[in-house]
C-alpha cells in the first residue's frame, strides 16, 4: 500500500494508525493533508492584482521616465526620482507581506496527528531581494545627491521599461 505511493516504512505505519483513529481511508487522509498544505498558497486573484498593480506602475513610470527625457526640466526629474524612491520604499517595507512567486519550502508530510496543524509562519524574505532592494534605494539616493540626475534618469527609464514585461 505504501511502497506504491512513495511513502516510507514510519510513514507507512503512521498512515495505518490515522486510518484506523479518524476511520477514514488512506485517500481521504492524502487528500486532507493537500488541502491543507494548498491553504497556505496564494490565490490566483491575489497574483493577479498585484502583477496589475506593478504593470500599471511601472507603464506609468516609465512614461514619466520618457517624459523627462524628452523634456528635461529640473523640476520633473525631481518628481520622478520621488516617485521611484517612493516605490521602493513601499516596496521595502511590504516585502515581507508580498505574494510569494517560488516558495521552495519543504511539504509538511506529518502523519502523526491527525489534527489540523496550525499556519506555518510566513518565511523570511530573501537575503538576495533585501539587498536587491536596499542597492537600488541607495543608488539612487546617491546619484540625485551626486548631481547624475540625467544619466540615472535614463538607467531608471531602461530599468522601467524591461519591469513592464515581467
Known amino acids: 500500500m505504501g511502497r506504491c505511493l512513495g511513502v516510507k516504512n ?8 490515522l486510518m484506523v483513529d479518524c476511520g477514514r481511508t488512506q485517500r481521504q487522509i492524502q487528500r486532507w493533508f493537500r ?30 521616465g520618457l517624459a523627462c527625457v524628452i523634456d528635461p526640466m529640473e523640476r520633473a526629474h525631481y518628481w520622478y526620482y520621488m516617485l521611484e524612491l517612493g516605490f521602493y520604499c513601499s516596496l521595502l517595507m511590504r516585502i515581507s507581506v508580498d505574494v510569494k512567486r517560488k516558495v521552495h519550502q519543504p511539504q509538511n508530510r ?32 546617491f546619484s540625485y545627491c551626486a548631481n547624475y540626475i540625467r544619466i540615472g534618469t535614463l538607467v531608471m527609464l531602461l530599468h522601467d521599461s524591461s519591469d513592464i514585461l515581467l
Not at 35 to 53: H, M, T, V, Y
Open 110 to 141: 506529518d502523519f502523526t496527528t491527525s489534527a489540523p496543524q496550525a499556519p506555518h509562519k510566513r518565511p523570511m524574505p530573501s537575503p538576495g531581494a533585501l539587498t536587491l532592494l536596499c542597492s537600488e534605494l541607495v543608488l539612487l539616493s
Open 10 to 17: 514510519r510513514q507507512r505505519r503512521e498512515m495505518v494508525r
Open 35 to 64: 488541502l491543507r498544505r494548498n491553504q497556505d498558497r496564494p490565490s490566483n486573484a491575489k497574483k493577479f492584482g498585484e502583477a496589475a498593480w506593478r504593470f500599471c506602475f511601472y507603464l506609468i513610470a516609465f512614461l514619466a
